[in-house]
C-alpha cells in the first residue's frame, strides 16, 4: 500500500465564543479525535449536516488554523514544520463560494497568478504563459484574463478559482462544498473537470460536502461526521449500499428522489439539531437517533476498525 499523502492524527479543535460584552464563554467542540488517510491518487469524501465540522476540519489540514490537539502529516511529514511557500506547492484548496474568493478589485489573470507571483523565481513570460495555459485548460478563454471575477457567471468563476489552485501543480487539492453555490447543470460540468483534472495531473482531492449525491460521483472513499466526530467510514460502494451507522442510514434516507409522487422523504431524526455547544453524554447521536437503547446515552461506544470500514455504534457492534 501506498504512504498517505494526508494523515490525520487524532486531531481535535476547541473554539471559546462569548456572547455578548458579559456572556460566559462557551466551549464549542468543532473537531474531536479525528484520524483519516488520504492515498496517492485517491478521493476522500467528508460528508455531514451543517455544523458537524467539515469545513474545520479541512482549515486544519491545510493550516488555516491549529488543532487543539492532535496534528496532521502532509507527505509522510508534520503539517506545523513545513515552511508556507513548501505547503503551497503541495496542497491548495477550492472554496465553496467563488465569488467570496475570489479578490472582486483583481483581474483573473492576476488572481491565477497569484500562488506563482508568491513564489518567486518565474519571470513575467512564464507566469504569463502558465496562466493563460491554465485558464485554457480549466475551459476560459485565455482574453477573459483581462475581466473582473464580477463579469464572470458563477461557473466561470469557480473555473478561475480552480485554475488559481492548480497552477501550481499541487499533489492534494482540498475541495470545500465546491459546487454547492452553482445551479445543478453547472455543478455537473466541475465535477466532470474536477475528474478530468485528477486523471490528467495525478490529484488527490479531499472532498468536503453535504450533498452526498455528489459525494457518491466523486468519491473512492467516505468518511461521515457528526458533531466533531467521524461515524462511519468505508470505501463509497460499501458504504452507500450497506451503511452501518444509524445517522448514515439517516442521511442517505433525505436524499431526495426525482420519483414523482414520493414527497419529501421521512428521515426519522426529528427537529433537535446537534449543538457543539452541549455535546451530549454518551454517543452524541443518541438524542436523535431512532434506534437508541440507555446504554446510548450514558457510554460513549467504540471505534471499531475492520475490513468493514470503521463505525461508533453500540448498535453495531452488538450486531
Aim: with cysteine; hydrophobic share 40%.
Amino acid at each position: 500500500m501506498s504512504a498517505p499523502l494526508i494523515e490525520v492524527r487524532d486531531v481535535g479543535r476547541v473554539f471559546n465564543v462569548r456572547s455578548g460584552l458579559l456572556g460566559q464563554p462557551k466551549r464549542i467542540v468543532a473537531v474531536d479525535g479525528v484520524s483519516l488517510r488520504l492515498l496517492p491518487g485517491e478521493v476522500l469524501g467528508v460528508v455531514g449536516e451543517s455544523g458537524c465540522g467539515k469545513s474545520t476540519l479541512a482549515k486544519i489540514i491545510l493550516g488555516l488554523l491549529e488543532p487543539s490537539e492532535g496534528e496532521v502529516l502532509i507527505d509522510g511529514r508534520k503539517l506545523s514544520g513545513i515552511d508556507r511557500r513548501e505547503r503551497a506547492q503541495l496542497i491548495q484548496p477550492v472554496f465553496q463560494d467563488p465569488f467570496s474568493s475570489l479578490n472582486p478589485r483583481r483581474r483573473v489573470r492576476d488572481i491565477v497568478a497569484l500562488p506563482l507571483v508568491a513564489q518567486g523565481g518565474a519571470s513575467t513570460a512564464e507566469v504569463r504563459s502558465r496562466v493563460d495555459g491554465m485558464l485554457e485548460r480549466v475551459g476560459l478563454d485565455p482574453a477573459m484574463g483581462e475581466r473582473l471575477p464580477a463579469q464572470l457567471s458563477g461557473g466561470q468563476r469557480q473555473r478561475v478559482a480552480i485554475a488559481r489552485a492548480l497552477v501550481m501543480r499541487p499533489r492534494i487539492v482540498v475541495c470545500d462544498e465546491p459546487t454547492s453555490a452553482l445551479d445543478v447543470s453547472v455543478q455537473a460540468q466541475i465535477l466532470n473537470l474536477l475528474a478530468e483534472l485528477r486523471r490528467e495531473f495525478g490529484l488527490s482531492y479531499l472532498f468536503i460536502s453535504h450533498n452526498l449525491a455528489v459525494v457518491e460521483h466523486v468519491a473512492s472513499e467516505v468518511a461521515v461526521m457528526y458533531l466533531g466526530r467521524i461515524v462511519e467510514r468505508n470505501d463509497a460502494e460499501s458504504l452507500f449500499r450497506d451503511p452501518r451507522h444509524p445517522y448514515t442510514k439517516a442521511l442517505l434516507a433525505s436524499v431526495l428522489t426525482p420519483e414523482p409522487g414520493l414527497g419529501i422523504p421521512e428521515t426519522g431524526l426529528g427537529e433537535t439539531m446537534p449543538d457543539p455547544a452541549n455535546v451530549p453524554p454518551g454517543c452524541r447521536f443518541h438524542p436523535r437517533c431512532p434506534q437508541a437503547v440507555e446504554r446510548c446515552g450514558r457510554e460513549a461506544p467504540e471505534t471499531q476498525l475492520g475490513a468493514r470500514g470503521l463505525v461508533e455504534c453500540h448498535l453495531v457492534a452488538a450486531a
